[in-house]
T-cell receptor
Framework: QKEVEQDPGPLSVPEGAIVSLNCTYS??????FMWYRQYSRKGPELLMY????GNKEDGRFTAQVDKSSKYISLFIRDSQPSDSATYLC?????????????FGTGTRLKVLA | SQTIHQWPATLVQPVGSPLSLECTVE??????LYWYRQAAGRGLQLLFY??????ISSEVPQNLSASRPQDRQFILSSKKLLLSDSGFYLC????????FGQGTRLTVV
């Protein structure tokens, strides 16, 4: 079983739609949960960062973490063509004495004008 | 503020040639530095990480090596490139969050 599972997409939505991106993970030691956005031929950039369970909102973006289900989500409201990118989930924590930082494979999102 | 410099941005190399990619960090000391490779349509594969000068941990056995000659410098190398080494290479400074360089797109021909 992979430590992090993420649907690679591509996911195509019309402009203005609500987008839901998700990841599941298996290691309960993870405590920090991140979402990165990566435009084509660029390095990933941090979008959202959450510690432990709960919701965090930043403008049109909302990150949710459910540690009991080992499930994290990113919601994008009023999606725009400029949101078209690959979105990678990531999580980190101390596991068996080693600090681990794991990325999902990324979901390609296309927002159609 | 923290800045990561990674170069070159694009590289085309013949099979069997050597490789040296450099990453430097500004705005911090003793950073945890990581090298990732991202193949087309795939996720980030951790190659090496370093917690300090001369300290290198390898995650995946392969044709590559890494070195940390200075506190804020991290180098990815190969003596002889293979076609399978093609990909997008990313250097990252990792704390709780990861800050990435802009990446090097390597094509081995």
């Amino acid at each position: 079983q992979k430590e992090v599972e993420q649907d690679p997409g591509p996911l195509s939505v019309p402009e203005g739609a609500i987008v839901s991106l998700n990841c599941t993970y298996s290691n309960s030691a993870f405590q920090y949960f991140m979402w990165y956005r990566q435009y084509s031929r660029k390095g990933p950039e941090l979008l959202m960062y959450t510690y432990s369970s709960g919701n965090k909102e930043d403008g049109r973006f909302t990150a949710q973490v459910d540690k009991s289900s080992k499930y994290i989500s990113l919601f994008i409201r009023d999606s725009q063509p400029s949101d078209s990118a690959t979105y990678l989930c990531a999580m980190s924590g101390l596991a068996s004495g080693t600090y681990k930082y794991i990325f999902g494979t990324g979901t390609r999102l296309k927002v159609l004008a | 503020s923290q800045t990561i410099h990674q170069w070159p941005a694009t590289l085309v190399q013949p099979v069997g040639s050597p490789l040296s990619l450099e990453c430097t960090v500004e705005g911090t000391s003793n950073p945890n530095l990581y090298w990732y490779r991202q193949a087309a349509g795939r996720g980030l594969q951790l190659l090496f990480y370093s917690v300090g000068i001369g300290q290198i941990s390898s995650e995946v056995p392969q044709n590559l090596s890494a070195s940390r000659p200075q506190d804020r410098q991290f180098i990815l190398s190969s003596k002889k490139l293979l076609l399978s080494d093609s990909g997008f290479y990313l250097c990252a400074w990792v704390t709780v969050r990861a800050f990435f360089g802009q990446g090097t797109r390597l094509t081995v021909v």
